[in-house]
């Protein structure tokens, strides 16, 4: 699920207009901000991932 610029600043605890700010005035923070919200949405991929694998592996362990 891709978050909305106010569901990021919700979590953060600012206004959107602060995350606005930060973009235009402060972009390394806003920058370092961006990039932990994308990492957490790959790890929960990878992880949706990896039980589907477990999945499949269980179905086909159980039809030898």
Not at 1 to 11: P, S, V, Y
Request: glycine share 4%.
């Amino acid at each position: 699920m891709k978050l909305t610029q106010q569901d990021i600043a919700r979590l953060l605890n600012v206004t959107p207009m602060t995350l606005r700010n930060w973009r235009k005035e402060k972009p390394y923070l806003y920058e370092i901000v961006m990039k932990g919200f994308a990492f957490e949405e790959v790890v929960k991929k990878a992880q949706q991932n990896a039980d589907e694998l477990k999945a499949l592996e269980e179905q086909f362990k159980g039809k030898k």
